[in-house]
């Protein structure tokens, strides 16, 4: 399969199978996202693989406090439909962990150091696309307080993200794309 498919095929997925995921795969996806750009080559970033239930159970309990929160702010009600579940179940979760002080030139610039974060953005596509070609389904999933995971992960740095991996239990559909000249505009 050629990486432009790759791409047009991978999907957000919320329902795993059991079937746990090799130590392998999960190995050449973090292969794949320690060759991501980065700013001045820094490398920002490390990476927790959780598959103990006990922990599963409670990133589960904080993305619940995380929803509830939200859709009492935000009015949203499409949240209080958001399913969950997923979390105690997916078979793998890799918490992408950023380092602000390994960020690049941006340092010395208007807004300060965040080119870390973009660098740990990159490790985490190219780990949704290693993850599509090795027949897994990923979801790159945020809502969680990074302060409370970072003390339940025990890490230093900052929990970007965390990817749930494993098989889908069903096909994902696609879900629509803008078209081409809905974002882009050439100066020429």
Same mark, same amino acid.
């Given at each position: 399969m050629d990486l432009l498919t790759i791409i047009k095929e991978r999907?957000?997925?919320?329902?795993?199978?059991?079937?746990?995921?090799?130590d392998a795969d999960i190995e050449t996806m973090i292969s794949a996202a320690i060759n991501a750009p980065s700013p001045l080559d820094s490398q920002p970033w490390s990476f927790v693989v959780v598959t103990q239930n006990e922990t599963k159970e409670k990133i589960y309990a904080e993305a619940l406090r995380c929803r509830?929160?939200?859709?009492?702010?935000?009015?949203?009600?499409?949240?209080?439909k958001y399913d969950l579940e997923f979390l105690k179940s997916v078979p793998a979760m890799i918490a992408v962990v950023g380092d602000p002080k390994k960020s690049g030139a941006d340092v010395f610039m208007e807004g300060g150091p965040g080119?870390?974060?973009? /660098?740990?953005? +990159? !490790?985490?596509?190219n780990m949704l &696309?290693?993850?599509?070609?090795?027949g897994l389904s990923t979801l790159?999933?945020?809502?969680?307080?990074?302060?409370?995971i970072k003390g339940m992960l025990g890490i230093?740095?900052?929990?970007?993200?965390?990817v749930m991996v494993g098989k889908a239990? /069903?096909?994902? +559909? !696609?879900?629509?794309?803008?078209? &081409?000249?809905d974002v882009m505009r050439y100066i020429r």
């Open positions: 999907r957000s997925c919320r329902s795993y199978l059991s079937d746990p995921v090799s509830n929160f939200l859709l009492e702010k935000s009015g949203w009600k499409w949240l209080g080119a870390w974060r973009e /660098a740990c953005a +990159a !490790a985490v596509q &696309l290693a993850a599509q070609t090795l790159w999933f945020t809502m969680f307080d990074k302060g409370i230093e740095a900052i929990p970007l993200a965390i239990a /069903a096909p994902v +559909a !696609a879900t629509p794309r803008k078209g &081409l000249g």
